[in-house]
């Protein structure tokens, strides 16, 4: 079955870096898109960033220019480096698979911008 499993994320303080890891099983990974979304507290999630089956990106303006969506087919990986951290980026965040008209979800890894 597919399964997403979502890591690197912790706290960092203001202007920091974190990359986050998103390992997949289950499907024929480097033939379909993946994304990020995140959830904050007491908000709805929202999409972060999406790379498609061919390498093409695409960002939240929010995030634009801070943040790079990668993939690693080799690795059944698909990566979000995250630079400039503001308290704002604070969520728990979510690696997806759209295969079909269906979204696969990870289990979600906290962020949390803070000094």
């Known amino acids: 079955q597919v399964q997403l499993v979502e890591s690197g994320g912790g706290l960092v303080q203001p202007g920091g870096s974190l990359r986050l890891s998103c390992e997949a099983s289950g499907f024929t990974f480097r033939l379909y898109a993946m994304g990020w979304y995140r959830q904050a507290l007491g908000k709805q999630r929202e999409p972060v960033a999406h790379?498609?089956?061919?390498?093409?990106?695409n960002y939240a303006d929010s995030v634009k220019g801070r943040f790079t969506i990668s993939r690693d087919n080799a690795k059944n990986t698909v990566y979000l480096q995250m630079n400039t951290l503001k308290p704002e980026d604070t969520a728990v965040y979510f690696c997806?698979?759209?295969?079909?008209?269906?979204?696969?979800w990870g289990q979600g890894t906290q962020v949390t911008v803070s000094s």
């Open positions: 997806t698979a759209l295969i079909g008209t269906n979204n696969y």
């Open positions: 790379i498609n089956h061919r390498g093409r990106p």
